[in-house]
């Protein structure tokens, strides 16, 4: 099957002229970095000695670049909707062989320009993101506003900021388990703010398939697991509006996020590993979204990785969504959450290499809960 057709543009105009000579794209999508891309382009010298993309105001520092790919599936997907930051010219000899490559970040940059110092009052985690989101033409997700912090007070205990807007939501994001990134769906000026914890429910975007000669879509994959890692946190802490002097928390032993599959780590693990956390809170609300934070980000024990091509798989895969692998056997198959997604994008050819995560196993074979094995303490 053909690769996936696309559309690249600057300042909102199709770059029509310079699509078929491109050397090579690459779009970096992660789940907790931003979005960035790479694009490698051939130069030409002008009957005035110039070398032409050189310069092109296309060329010129913070154009707003986008791609929007299309695969067999007909669902266009805006990979990037960017800007442009950097550049690197090579020059040769052989003007065949000179080449400008640009480098950028995806709309989340507009908010690392100003550090500042201030003080939010009277409002939650969700309600924050929010207003930093509108003031940057970006919607907030709708998801964003559920398993919400306490409100920060006035009377008690406020909010205080220190950095950029994006440093500061991405420090929000990760004490609470959330993740925070921008990124747009299929049309280009259309952005999303997302400061949400990962959705693993819902159906497959796409699925992967693995040993079967006539319907196979990726050829390997290589899958690991890793325990290593808490399943459950003590946390404690004295509260300032509180006279109890006893303090709020104790042990918590759930994410918040339910197992995508049979076997959550603990399970699989066949044994409790406990942390203690510290933190200052002033409400055990707040207290027991920074224990389930520990928990989320080292509930990911299982990490798949490997290479699909568009053309063959006929869709694209997405970071921030949910994927099924197929064919993997038991304790390997099931849906995964795509963690990052790394677009290679030439004339000929469109490939993904991709991270999954999971926060469970599947059953094992026979039934059982685990495989033999386990500490007993």
Not at 41 to 53: K, M
Not at 101 to 110: C, M
Not at 327 to 344: E, T
Request: charged content about 15%; proline content about 4%.
């Amino acid at each position: 099957m053909p690769p996936s057709s696309f559309t690249l543009s600057f300042a909102g105009q199709a770059a029509t002229d310079l699509s078929a000579s491109i050397v090579e794209i690459q779009i970096e999508e992660n789940v907790e970095l931003p979005g960035a891309f790479s694009i490698k382009l051939p130069l030409n010298v002008t009957q005035s000695g110039e070398y032409d993309l050189v310069v092109d105001p296309r060329m010129a520092p913070l154009t707003n670049v986008t791609l929007v790919a299309t695969a067999a599936d007909g669902q266009a997907q805006c990979l990037i909707d960017g800007y442009l930051l950097a550049q690197t010219v090579h020059l040769d000899t052989g003007t065949s062989s000179s080449t400008i490559e640009i480098w950028g970040q995806d709309a989340s940059w507009l908010m690392n320009t100003t550090e500042q110092a201030k003080e939010w009052a009277d409002v939650t985690d969700s309600q924050v993101a929010a207003s930093i989101f509108g003031s940057y033409g970006i919607t907030p997700d709708s998801a964003n506003s559920d398993d919400d912090s306490p409100t920060y007070t006035s009377d008690t205990n406020t909010l205080m900021q220190r950095g950029t807007d994006a440093q500061f939501l991405r420090r929000l994001a990760k004490r609470t388990g959330k993740i925070f990134r921008v990124y747009c769906t299929d049309t280009p000026g259309q952005r999303t703010g997302t400061f949400a914890r990962p959705s693993t429910s819902g159906d497959p975007a796409t699925t992967l398939t693995l040993n079967d000669m006539n319907a196979a879509t990726v050829n390997a994959l290589d899958i690991g697991w890793d325990v290593m890692r808490p399943t459950a946190t003590i946390a404690m802490q004295e509260l300032i509006a509180s006279p109890d002097s006893t303090g709020a928390g104790g042990t918590t032993s759930d994410s918040g996020i339910d197992p995508m599959e049979a076997q959550s780590l603990a399970q699989f693990a066949g044994t409790t590993v406990t942390s203690f956390l510290t933190a200052t809170v002033d409400s055990a609300q707040e207290l027991t979204m920074r224990a389930q934070s520990v928990l989320t980000e080292a509930g990911w024990f299982v990490r798949c990785k490997g290479t699909a091509d568009v053309g063959r798989l006929g869709s694209i895969i997405r970071a921030g969504t949910v994927a099924r692998l197929t064919a993997a056997g038991s304790l390997h198959s099931g849906n995964y959450y795509v963690w990052s997604v790394r677009h290679k994008i030439t004339s000929q050819q469109h490939t993904m290499d991709f991270v999954l995560v999971r926060n469970a196993m599947g059953a094992s074979p026979g039934g059982g809960s685990s495989l033999p094995g386990g500490v007993s303490l």
